[in-house]
């Protein structure tokens, strides 16, 4: 029997929230909250908790350093939570991730945070192609609106997407309350 499956919370990082460098993400504020609760609920059934981060180029938002780079504090974080970092949208492409998940004993992950269409997708199709079981928390990842489609639109379509590929998805409330 595996461990429970640990919240794994992508990309939610400052400038995803403090709208200094761009427009914040979808429901920022939401999105916060939702996740809070994930974590609240992860620490409560003793699921572990990681954290990814992406490492943008030099001048990105997203840069190694930039204001906007940290993982959003509003979301605590706690000091023994890692954070993996990844420069690419896959956050298993940092082979210290896929370590972490198979040390915790657990043949499922919970995902959560930003992009929908970029890093949660690309974690979405790698996580599956590890091997591992998932859950996307279906109202808990965002992204920005693009010319062609609003960012609810491209949260449903991608939701979908995600059930295809063989993800459960669940809201925040379900899973946390169930």
């Known amino acids: 029997?595996?461990?429970?499956?640990?919240?794994?919370?992508?990309?939610?990082?400052?400038?995803?929230?403090?709208?200094?460098?761009?427009p914040p993400i979808y429901d920022a504020p939401g999105i916060a909250a939702r996740t809070r609760s994930l974590i609240d609920w992860a620490r409560r059934s003793g699921r572990k908790i990681a954290f990814v981060?992406?490492?943008?180029?030099?001048?990105?938002?997203?840069?190694?350093?930039?204001?906007?780079?940290?993982?959003w504090p509003e979301?605590?974080?706690?000091?023994?939570?890692?954070?993996?970092?990844?420069?690419?949208?896959?956050?298993?492409?940092?082979p210290e991730l896929g370590a972490w998940v198979a040390g915790q004993g657990a043949d499922e992950v919970v995902l959560a945070g930003a992009q929908t269409d970029f890093c949660i997708a690309g974690t979405v199709k790698g996580a599956l192609a590890e091997g591992l079981a998932v859950t996307v928390v279906s109202d808990?990842?965002?992204?920005?609106?693009?010319?062609?489609?609003?960012?609810?639109?491209?949260?449903?379509?991608?939701?979908?997407?995600?059930?295809?590929?063989?993800?459960?998805?669940?809201?925040?409330?379900?899973?946390?309350?169930?």
Not at 166 to 175: E, M, N, Q, R, S
Request: aromatic content about 6%; charged content about 20%.
């Open 75 to 94: 979301l605590g974080q706690a000091k023994d939570e890692p954070t993996f970092s990844k420069n690419v949208r896959n956050a298993f492409s940092n």
């Open 140 to 178: 808990a990842h965002s992204t920005l609106d693009t010319p062609d489609a609003t960012a609810a639109e491209i949260i449903a379509r991608y939701n979908a997407d995600f059930t295809d590929a063989g993800a459960t998805l669940v809201t925040t409330k379900a899973l946390t309350e169930g």
């Open 53 to 71: 981060r992406h490492d943008g180029p030099a001048g990105d938002p997203l840069a190694p350093g930039e204001p906007g780079w940290s993982v």
């Open 1 to 22: 029997m595996s461990n429970p499956a640990p919240l794994i919370v992508i990309d939610l990082q400052t400038n995803m929230f403090d709208g200094r460098v761009e």
